[in-house]
């Protein structure tokens, strides 16, 4: 690899880069000649489970040559400092996880952060992802669209997460353990309502693949009786409110704001917008309320 500037004693060192590379979430013919080759060529690679890796070469016919390090959640933050002290020495490092890409609830993020401040190089080799898979089969809106990872485990914590989303617009993926599928589809239901389009896809891309579309409701008491496999759920974003044409409504909503601590001005100016009304017809409706 070519010299690299690096800040460094603010002179020029020549340092490893740091490669992230996207794994199948299913079969293996999804694996692309870039991951093969670097597999092949890679001195060193971190792995979420090395004996998946393992698997993943045989089934590529890739054999190993590399010095292979586990890294995953429980040593991600001490194993990211002794990998980027390998990409100082400039040796290069590949990190895999078990499926889909590194960083995307798994472990890689700390790792490109720390590589980062050192300005070492991050490169990544695209490819499957669960979250995007799942949000272009899911049949609901695609244009914008949030990654949520794993609700909260604990009750209490998980309702309040999901409330916090109840007014979320765009379109909402989140990763979920199937035997916790039933109950946080029930929450949702409740933090959402029941009738929230939503679609749970299954084992995707694998050969029992299956994608489950209805009403939150609906595909809660569908899981009720137990799922197995790998569970990525896709929800609908909130409708847009009703816009509010009334003078009174008009007049009460900017009064809430206020009574919040919002001054009159910015109410009328955020009451207008929600309301996409002209800022002086929220105006003189707040000035009729008040004679």
Known sequence: MPGYAGRNNGGVSETGTLTLAAAPIGRIGD???????????????????????????????????ARIVSYYDQNERGRAVELVG??????????????????VSDPGYRLVTAAVA?????????????????LVISGL????????????????????????????RRTMVFFEAPHRLAVTLAAMAEAFGADRPAAVCRELTKTYEEVRRGPLGDLAAWAE????????????????PEPVTDPTELAGAVAALEAGGTPRKAAIVEVARRNGLPKRIVYDAVISGRK
């Open 31 to 65: 694996a692309s000649a870039r991951l093969r080759d670097a597999l092949a060529d890679a001195s060193i690679i971190a792995a979420e489970d090395t004996r998946r890796l393992r698997r993943l070469a045989s089934d590529l016919g890739v054999e190993l040559t």
């Open 86 to 103: 390998e990409l100082l020495a400039g040796r290069d490092v590949l990190v895999v996880t078990d499926a889909g890409l590194p960083g």
């Open 225 to 240: 009786p137990g799922v197995k496999g790998e569970i990525t759920v896709v929800v609908g974003g909130a409708p847009e």
């Open 141 to 168: 809106p695609s244009d914008r669209f949030c990654f949520e990872g794993f609700p909260p485990r604990k009750p209490g914590e998980r309702s309040r997460a999901l409330g916090a989303l109840a007014d979320e």
């Open 118 to 134: 050192e300005d070492v190089p991050v490169t990544v080799l695209p490819g499957p992802s669960a979250v995007t898979t799942a």
